[in-house]
């Protein structure tokens, strides 16, 4: 994966090649504590604390291993022990080797609660022995039963980080506990845990040196309280072949997935490299981001079909405010057709240039420099007036397919918050994929996913990833159905109705005496509108799209005319002006201080054209100063009392600008 010169989060989504679960290999019972401790096969390793055969809890049968301490770095733990040699493994291989343990555990409350903030104490762990020893995984429960990862990353210091995920308390919990190792530039040697089904993993190894990991243990191992600590241990399973955990596990199956990182789970969340220890932030508001120095990050999706021929999405925010103007690399972005221990894989990103300007790049990374391969430059953004860049609501949605034996076509769309407008399939590129800087990206390996973050400045609130076929395609076309086309009524506040769509979240009307029509007059789920006011004699033109959740639009129905004609006894129409600045009056109030008045083309008011709230007590008149456009406009008054808070506004009124 590329260095850049900013904080790197890289979010991994590992896929299975085939659709279903792929099967396991059951583990059989290793241990069953249920006769005396002298005969159990797994290792008693014992300092200062106690291992005894307990009936006081007990996972099956009649006996667990109950396990106590009572001191400061004491020890009361399990172990077994298995070969897997940093001399076995060779530089940028594909295949990975698998140890797996598994354990019933119990750890009561009267433990856990008793931890003071900085207190800990290690339940589980998979290391090296013997020289160099230093190298290790760790699981550390901590206040109120927060799971805490140690291990050593490229500087050879072991570094702690915590999984977002706490251990359940006070019942019987499947801990299964797996290492991965595979040489190459990404994996390294991969602590994953699962705890009663909920899977936290990978947290990765810098590097591999002569280091021979042969060790794996359950229960307390270490500790920095003094306080009685206390576990029960059984059925304990080894398993040292398999691909998957044979225990529970959690992960979804499903051909699309979404995962929202404001929820502050870290289920799923894998941390890559030696970059974990740099604080990677799950938060409420803004979701995952790097608080400090570079980070990789991701989710694990190793149940799912292949994702060769897919999509995915990632909605931006900002969590430290305002990004300072960068250059480069500094943003979020979606990656795919990559191989997790290469620096190889596509990817569509933001990236800014010398003077920071942003654009959407198409890119192959192919371990040491990017090739760009298309551009579209980002909106500007209405939060930093002046700059373009990805801003807070901004969506990244790219998808890609195979064509034929050796070319990908890429699209990506782009979703501007700020203006509530999707630009669809803005990069729209088909290439040839298996020789980019000499990687071939359809040789079977490149079929992960990545999501990334450049910068501590740039979140990810959530992102989805699916199959080709689960791609939002945008929503079907309203059908116009009445009036009927180029109808004349003599209603002038007649209801236009069209075709309900599935799929739809709302449909957008715009009603206008030009064609095509350019006045929105609603935005609402509903599949009929009424002009809340009459209609003026004249010719209307009409037309109606449908809007998904995410805010993709379909395209425009038909443009349908309506003529408004009167009919013999009509009445006069009123509150028509033909000045674009009419002058709109109102009642006096008794107790009024100050008037303020709004004037827009919606009865939401959301974005007034015009407005004041400087109006004098005698003031019963305005001129609207900002000139109108043809068109039908609502109104209303509010009155200051006298401790300066605002009365209720008035009831809405309308009127129609004709200056034709």
């Not at 004249?538 to 799209?545: F, L, P």
């Not at 009509?570 to 004037?599: C, D, F, K, R």
Request: hydrophobic residues 40%; contains cysteine; proline residues 7%.
């Amino acid at each position: 994966m590329k260095k850049h010169p900013f904080i790197l989060l890289i979010l991994i989504l590992i896929f299975a090649a085939a659709a279903p679960r792929p099967a396991r290999t059951a583990a059989a019972v290793l241990e069953t504590f249920e006769g005396s401790p002298s005969s159990w096969v797994v290792t008693q390793d014992v300092s200062g604390g106690s291992i005894t055969r307990s009936s006081a809890y007990a996972a099956a049968g009649a006996y667990s291993a109950r396990l106590s301490t009572s001191g400061t770095n004491q020890k009361a733990a399990l172990y077994i022990t298995f070969s897997d040699p940093a001399s076995a493994h060779t530089w940028n291989e594909r295949t990975a080797t698998w140890h797996w343990q598994r354990a019933a555990v119990y750890l009561p409350s009267a433990t856990v609660n008793q931890l003071a903030q900085n207190e800990y104490f290690t339940l589980a762990g998979m290391w090296a022995s013997s020289s160099p020893s230093t190298y290790g995984w760790y699981l550390r429960v901590t206040q109120g039963g927060a799971l805490v990862a140690l291990g050593t990353p490229a500087s050879g210091s072991p570094e702690s980080f915590q999984l977002f995920g706490s251990f359940p308390l006070d019942q019987w919990v499947e801990l299964e506990i797996g290492l991965n190792t595979q040489n190459g530039p990404g994996i390294k040697r991969a602590f994953a845990v699962v705890v009663d089904g909920e899977f936290y993993g990978w947290y990765r190894q810098g590097r591999l040196e002569n280091e021979t990991y042969d060790r794996a243990a359950i229960g307390i191992l270490s500790g920095n309280t003094a306080k009685a600590l206390v576990a029960h241990v059984d059925q304990w399973r080894s398993l040292t072949t398999a691909k998957f955990p044979d225990g529970p596990d959690n992960r979804p199956t499903t051909n699309l997935q979404e995962q929202v990182f404001t929820s502050g789970s870290g289920a799923l969340v894998q941390y890559d490299w030696s970059t974990w220890v740099n604080t990677p932030t799950l938060d409420p508001a803004y979701g995952l981001y790097p608080a400090e120095s570079r980070v990789q990050a991701g989710r694990t999706l190793d149940r799912m079909p292949s994702v060769a021929n897919g999509w995915g999405e990632i909605e931006i925010d900002w969590p430290n405010g305002t990004p300072p103007t960068c250059t480069g690399y500094c943003s979020a972005m979606i990656g795919f057709h990559k191989e997790i221990n290469r620096e190889e894989n596509l990817e569509v990103i933001p990236i800014a240039d010398g003077s920071g300007v942003f654009n959407l790049a198409l890119e192959a990374w192919v371990g040491s420099a990017p090739q760009i391969l298309a551009q579209w430059r980002i909106p500007n953004a209405q939060a930093a007036p002046g700059r373009n860049m990805p801003e807070p609501g901004d969506v990244i949605r790219a998808r890609w397919e195979q064509s034929g034996g050796t070319q990908i076509r890429v699209r990506a769309s782009y979703y501007d918050a700020s203006a509530a407008l999707w630009f669809k399939d803005v990069i729209d590129r088909t290439f040839t994929a298996t020789n980019i800087g000499g990687v071939n990206f359809l040789d079977g390996y490149h079929e992960a996913s990545s999501i990334t973050i450049d910068s501590p400045f740039y979140a990810i609130r959530r992102y989805k990833v699916g199959v080709l076929s689960t791609y939002p395609e945008p929503v079907a076309t309203p059908t116009l159905t009445a009036p009927a086309n180029a109808a004349i009524l003599t209603d002038t506040r007649p209801t236009f109705r069209w075709s309900s769509v599935n799929g739809a979240a709302r449909y957008e009307v715009q009603l206008d005496s030009v064609n095509p029509p350019a006045l929105t007059v609603q935005d609402a789920a509903a599949t009929s509108y009424q002009p809340p006011a009459p209609l003026l004699y004249r010719t209307y033109y009409w037309r109606v799209r449908a809007l998904d959740d995410s805010g993709l639009a379909s395209a425009w129905s038909e443009v349908w005319p309506v003529t408004i004609g009167a009919d013999a006894n009509a009445a006069p129409m009123v509150t028509v002006y033909n000045t674009a600045t009419p002058t709109l009056t109102w009642n006096p109030v008794s107790w009024a201080t100050g008037y303020e008045i709004q004037v827009d083309n919606h009865t939401n008011f959301s974005a007034p054209l015009f407005q004041d709230d400087s109006l004098g007590a005698g003031t019963l008149a305005v001129v609207v100063s900002a000139a109108l456009a043809d068109g039908m406009y609502y109104w209303r008054v509010r009155a200051r009392r006298a401790d300066g808070k605002w009365g209720a506004w008035s009831a809405s009124g309308s009127f129609v600008v004709d200056t034709m």
